[in-house]
């Protein structure tokens, strides 16, 4: 059964490193999501999974101990699954928790969950064995909520970190410019993942998300999926557009 969920965004500027001298615009991202997860080690989970999304050929899971960087953003830095990897030293590997959809070893994280590694290896994360998974942003909302279903049914107590941004379309310097349906999308994003409303966040339509270049919402309805039936409470604890971009931070317990 779920019993904690951190929401947390991921765009790799949220790493202070890659944002070089425009980090402090997001230090109080980086604070909601340093006490998101916390929120989660308070709940004592016996596993936790930590969702984002992720290209094709990124799709499936992420045993701890897989490893990710952020060379791609100009910076030499690594990550690892279960804790953070410093340049040139080689990759640990941790526990592998065992998952019926098979190993992602030996891929390199998605950035989503590069991430999420970093978010974890900032906490200090050692609370309960971790799994990565790599979800298909084209996923129909059926499919995400099975997914999150069965990630839930995988141990009595379940703890979901799951990564993904709002619409690219908030303002006109915006990665996907300036569309005028952006404000009322994250808009109803940030009430359903502030009040812990899984049947909205199931409710929210593919096509209408991939036209405003939300990477979020495949991630989200796996979490809706797997609250069902688990009475969480939701908190969200940051929102706002820095570079035209919805960014949320949020506690479900």
Avoid: N
């Avoid at 980090?23 to 596993?47: K, M, N």
């Avoid at 064995?129 to 107590?157: F, H, M, N, Q, W």
């Avoid at 799951?162 to 690219?168: E, F, H, I, P, Y």
Wanted: aromatic share 6%.
């Amino acid at each position: 059964m779920l019993v904690a969920a951190a929401v947390c965004p991921c765009p790799p500027l949220l790493v202070p490193e890659v944002a070089t001298g425009a980090a402090p615009e997001l230090d109080a991202a980086r604070v909601a999501c340093t006490d998101a997860v916390g929120l989660l080690a308070a709940a004592r989970p016996e596993r936790l999974y930590v969702v984002g999304p992720a290209a094709e050929g990124a799709h499936g899971v992420f045993p701890a101990g897989s490893t990710g960087s952020f060379a791609g953003f100009g910076v030499d830095l690594s990550v690892r699954l279960g804790g953070s990897v410093t340049p040139g030293d080689p990759a640990g590997h941790g526990d592998s928790v065992p998952s019926a959809e098979g190993s992602a070893a030996g891929r390199p994280l998605p950035a989503s969950l590069a991430v999420g590694a970093w978010l974890l290896g900032r906490a200090g994360w050692a609370d309960a064995p971790i799994e990565g998974l790599g979800v298909d942003p084209t996923a129909t909302p059926d499919v995400c909520a099975g997914i999150g279903r069965g990630l839930a049914d995988s141990a009595d107590r379940v703890a979901l970190l799951v990564l993904g941004d709002g619409s690219a379309c908030r303002t006109v310097k915006a990665p996907g410019y300036l569309d005028e349906r952006a404000a009322g999308f994250d808009a109803e994003v940030a009430r359903a993942l502030g009040t812990a409303d899984a049947a909205a966040l199931l409710a929210l339509e593919p096509e209408l998300a991939y036209e405003l270049k939300a990477a979020g919402r495949a991630p989200w309805q796996v979490l809706a999926g797997a609250a069902g039936g688990a009475g969480l409470d939701g908190r969200l604890l940051f929102e706002d557009a820095p570079y035209g971009v919805g960014y949320f931070v949020a506690a479900w317990s």
